[in-house]
């Protein structure tokens, strides 16, 4: 039972666009969203982080948007440059402390 | 320290060996949690901490696996009897507040089981 779903596996944008990497729940009593970041090899990096209590938060080139009637979030990057290529993973939870739940990620390449 | 700590980095067991893996937290977060990555980008949580309490459990395993966060110490995750399927990458994490920056990861324990 998939509760995070990251429906592109990959995406491909040049340097200097904009990327944007979708994320869709289910649960409705998630109120914490988080995306991280992932090279091979290492663990995830928190990148930017929302509570359902807003519905957009901005940090440098990454802005994530928040549609809480949708269940729907995605991350901006703007502009994207080549060392944003990785795997992104959305995730998301409910209460302090619980368990976050994560998508299955999509691979982003941002060409040179 | 300001980074998760995770040893070994590799581990390789027979089947039917044990498995050990260390996790140390991010000195003053009250939350640890484990992870496990079987499928290339599937992560699958297992159990979390809070403190030295067990917080959430319902991810884990309970013939085999076993974990412990004592005072002091690293935080362990046990696996009894390894099977080929407990291949896997294990994350564990840890956070003060999920508000603050979220979770921090350790960059894994590679296990591999043959």
């Known amino acids: 039972d998939q509760q995070v779903k990251q429906n592109s596996p990959s995406l491909s944008v040049q340097e200097g666009r904009i990327s944007i990497l979708n994320c869709d729940y289910t649960?409705?009593?998630?109120?914490?969203f988080l995306w991280y970041k992932k090279y091979p090899a290492e663990g995830p990096t928190f990148l930017i982080s929302?509570?359902?209590?807003?519905d957009k938060n901005e940090d440098g080139r990454f802005t994530v948007f928040l549609n809480k009637s949708a269940k729907h979030l995605s991350l901006h990057i703007v502009p994207s440059q080549p060392g944003d290529s990785a795997v992104y993973f959305c995730a998301a939870s409910s209460g302090t402390g619980n368990q976050f739940y994560f998508g299955t990620g999509t691979s982003l390449t941002v060409i040179p | 320290g300001e980074e998760v700590a995770q040893t070994p980095k590799h581990l390789v067991r027979g089947e039917g060996q044990k498995a050990k893996l260390y996790c140390a937290p991010i000195k003053g977060h009250s939350y640890v949690f484990w992870y496990q990555q079987v499928l290339k980008n599937e992560f699958k949580f297992l159990i979390s901490?809070?403190?030295?309490?067990?917080?959430?459990e319902t991810g884990m395993p309970k013939e085999r696996f076993s974990a412990k966060c004592l005072p002091n110490s690293p935080c362990s995750l046990e696996i009894q009897a390894t099977k080929l399927e407990d291949s896997a990458v294990y994350f564990c994490?840890?956070?003060?507040?999920?508000?603050?920056?979220?979770?921090?990861f350790g960059s894994g324990t590679r296990l591999t089981v043959v």
């Open positions: 649960n409705s009593m998630f109120d914490y």
């Open positions: 901490f809070q403190n030295e309490n067990v917080f959430d």
């Open positions: 994490a840890s956070s003060q507040s999920r508000e603050t920056m979220g979770y921090t």
């Open positions: 929302i509570s359902s209590i807003k």
